[in-house]
């Protein structure tokens, strides 16, 4: 019975336009922009990967993200939900949203824990830890925190309790209100580290960097990455975008929309490689400095370099901001589904998906110091298991799979009416895109990930009875 009775309950909707592409930037942008981002361009030779990020958003990222928008806008459902109201007696169809919803729980739970090493960086920021201290002393500093479980998950607790405030205030008075004030503030203190970035001395060879290609250094691994980070950076199958489409009025030009929050989302990439690479090089440090840029190097930047307190309260501020916009739609995506489908209230749903999230993260804040050396999935960490399981398979599939659906199953005259507001040549464009590109792009990605985790040759001793 409860679940007839939120059947009858109008669906919330977003109050504006800005709010949904402020709402749906803010998901789409988060540590993939401003951490991963710049340190996977600075290993893969900057320009000429910059270049194919690009068109792997336009070709691939784009006609995904779109497909995701219109199953949401027109089930007016949760990402499983939708494909239940889409394929009623197909149950096949059903896989790639629960595929999504698990994708953003797992996410969800470590990314927390991520997030929260923000929020302990912009701590010692305030502090003013990182003036006058030595480049190892600064560097000791992030091993420190791995190595302390405990202040790990106190600020993961911090963190997900943000998260948890924003969205138990539902769409327009949780989500869309704190979309309207996180994320204009992220574009404030973004632009003031770009404009800081563009006046040092390091300004050319960052621009240098950033935009000039040289193709030699970019290899078949470099197109890969870029094309799974584009899939990765728009929040794309991990049930935002259904979830979120679903709260966009029927009046709301898709593809235009769509567009909008990729162009924001790739801004922003952009921006954040602008304002972290030419003061890098102002200082003679190295851009391929891997994960540890944001972490290690960026603080031992700011330790050398004048204006640099209020430089890394503003830096790790912003990707507080990133990871909360993130993680805010990660949570609703799941919270759609117990109040859809389960007819739970959204304080119950909230609470329920809070404590679940938080605990799975544990393990997370416990993989480099009480779990150091228990190992999972291919002698990795707890951590790295749960990014890998997500990122290089859960995210794919489902993306595989909603591509797939929407190109070669979906009633084609639902789509043009979904897409006509956009223009007579957007519908055949994309039509052709997620028939024939995405799929084909996707399911490179993926079969690489996987072989690439070994899981192949592993499948051919199980099944070949090799040695």
């Given at each position: 019975?409860?679940?007839?009775?939120?059947?009858?309950?109008?669906?919330?909707?977003?109050?504006?336009?800005?709010?949904?592409?402020?709402?749906?930037?803010?998901?789409?942008?988060?540590?993939?922009?401003?951490w991963k981002f710049p340190y996977i361009a600075g290993e893969?030779?900057?320009?000429?990967?910059?270049?194919?990020?690009?068109?792997?958003?336009?070709?691939?990222?784009?006609?995904?993200?779109?497909?995701?928008?219109?199953?949401?806008?027109?089930?007016?459902?949760?990402?499983?939900?939708?494909?239940?109201?889409?394929?009623?007696?197909?149950?096949?169809?059903?896989?790639?949203?629960?595929?999504?919803?698990?994708?953003?729980?797992?996410?969800?739970?470590?990314?927390?824990?991520?997030?929260?090493?923000?929020?302990?960086?912009?701590?010692?920021?305030?502090?003013?830890?990182?003036?006058?201290?030595?480049?190892?002393?600064?560097?000791?500093?992030?091993?420190?925190?791995?190595?302390?479980?405990?202040?790990?998950?106190?600020?993961?607790?911090?963190?997900?309790?943000?998260?948890?405030?924003?969205?138990?205030?539902?769409?327009?008075?949780?989500?869309?209100?704190?979309?309207?004030?996180?994320?204009?503030?992220?574009?404030?203190?973004?632009?003031?580290?770009?404009?800081?970035?563009?006046?040092?001395?390091?300004?050319?060879?960052?621009?240098?960097?950033?935009?000039?290609?040289?193709?030699?250094?970019?290899?078949?691994?470099?197109?890969?990455?870029a094309l799974g980070h584009a899939f990765f950076t728009l929040?794309?199958?991990?049930?935002?975008?259904?979830?979120?489409?679903?709260?966009?009025?029927?009046?709301?030009?898709?593809?235009?929309?769509?567009?909008?929050?990729?162009?924001?989302?790739?801004?922003?990439?952009?921006?954040?490689?602008?304002?972290?690479?030419?003061?890098?090089?102002?200082?003679?440090?190295?851009?391929?400095?891997?994960?540890?840029?944001?972490?290690?190097?960026?603080?031992?930047?700011?330790?050398?370099?004048?204006?640099?307190?209020?430089?890394?309260?503003?830096?790790?501020?912003?990707?507080?901001?990133?990871?909360?916009?993130?993680?805010?739609?990660l949570l609703e995506a799941q919270i759609a589904y117990f109040?859809?489908?389960?007819?739970?209230?959204?304080?119950?749903?909230?609470?329920?998906?809070?404590?679940?999230?938080?605990?799975?993260?544990?393990?997370?804040?416990?993989?480099?110091?009480?779990?150091?050396?228990?190992?999972?999935?291919?002698?990795?960490?707890?951590?790295?298991?749960?990014?890998?399981?997500?990122?290089?398979?859960?995210?794919?599939?489902?993306?595989?799979?909603?591509?797939?659906?929407?190109?070669?199953?979906?009633?084609?005259?639902?789509?043009?009416?979904?897409?006509?507001?956009?223009?007579?040549?957007?519908?055949?464009?994309?039509?052709?895109?997620?028939?024939?590109?995405?799929?084909?792009?996707?399911?490179?990605?993926?079969?690489?990930?996987?072989?690439?985790?070994?899981?192949?040759?592993?499948?051919?001793?199980?099944?070949?009875?090799?040695?």
């Amino acid at each position: 019975m409860a679940h007839k009775n939120t059947a009858l309950k109008p669906r919330a909707l977003w109050a504006s336009r800005l709010g949904f592409i402020l709402a749906a930037a803010g998901s789409a942008v988060g540590l993939g922009n401003i951490w991963k981002f710049p340190y996977i361009a600075g290993e893969n030779g900057g320009g000429a990967f910059v270049l194919v990020y690009l068109l792997c958003i336009a070709f691939v990222g784009l006609p995904i993200m779109m497909a995701e928008l219109m199953i949401g806008r027109h089930t007016r459902k949760d990402a499983v939900g939708a494909f239940v109201a889409l394929e009623p007696k197909r149950r096949w169809w059903h896989t790639p949203g629960w595929i999504s919803v698990a994708a953003a729980f797992l996410i969800s739970s470590y990314y927390s824990v991520v997030a929260g090493w923000t929020l302990d960086y912009v701590f010692r920021a305030i502090m003013d830890s990182f003036s006058g201290e030595s480049a190892s002393a600064i560097e000791g500093m992030f091993s420190a925190l791995l190595a302390d479980g405990g202040r790990q998950s106190f600020w993961h607790l911090i963190f997900m309790l943000l998260c948890l405030g924003v969205v138990v205030g539902g769409v327009q008075k949780g989500i869309e209100r704190w979309s309207k004030i996180l994320m204009p503030i992220l574009l404030v203190l973004l632009t003031l580290l770009f404009v800081n970035g563009m006046l040092s001395s390091g300004a050319r060879q960052g621009l240098e960097f950033m935009f000039r290609p040289d193709f030699a250094k970019l290899t078949p691994g470099s197109v890969l990455e870029a094309l799974g980070h584009a899939f990765f950076t728009l929040s794309l199958g991990m049930a935002a975008m259904i979830t979120y489409g679903s709260y966009l009025s029927r009046n709301e030009n898709l593809f235009a929309a769509s567009t909008r929050v990729a162009l924001l989302d790739t801004t922003i990439a952009l921006m954040a490689g602008l304002a972290i690479f030419p003061i890098v090089f102002s200082v003679g440090l190295e851009a391929a400095a891997g994960p540890g840029l944001i972490f290690q190097t960026i603080p031992v930047v700011f330790s050398q370099i004048g204006g640099g307190h209020v430089l890394s309260i503003m830096f790790f501020l912003l990707l507080a901001f990133a990871a909360l916009t993130s993680n805010i739609s990660l949570l609703e995506a799941q919270i759609a589904y117990f109040i859809d489908e389960r007819g739970w209230s959204r304080k119950k749903a909230t609470l329920t998906i809070g404590i679940l999230a938080f605990s799975v993260g544990i393990p997370t804040a416990l993989s480099y110091n009480v779990m150091d050396g228990i190992t999972f999935i291919g002698e990795r960490s707890f951590f790295d298991s749960a990014d890998l399981i997500a990122s290089n398979y859960l995210l794919p599939i489902a993306g595989l799979l909603i591509a797939i659906y929407v190109g070669w199953f979906w009633s084609g005259s639902e789509e043009k009416e979904e897409l006509v507001s956009g223009g007579a040549w957007v519908y055949p464009v994309w039509h052709w895109l997620i028939r024939y590109v995405a799929p084909l792009a996707v399911a490179l990605v993926l079969y690489f990930k996987i072989d690439e985790a070994g899981l192949w040759a592993y499948l051919a001793h199980l099944f070949g009875g090799g040695a």
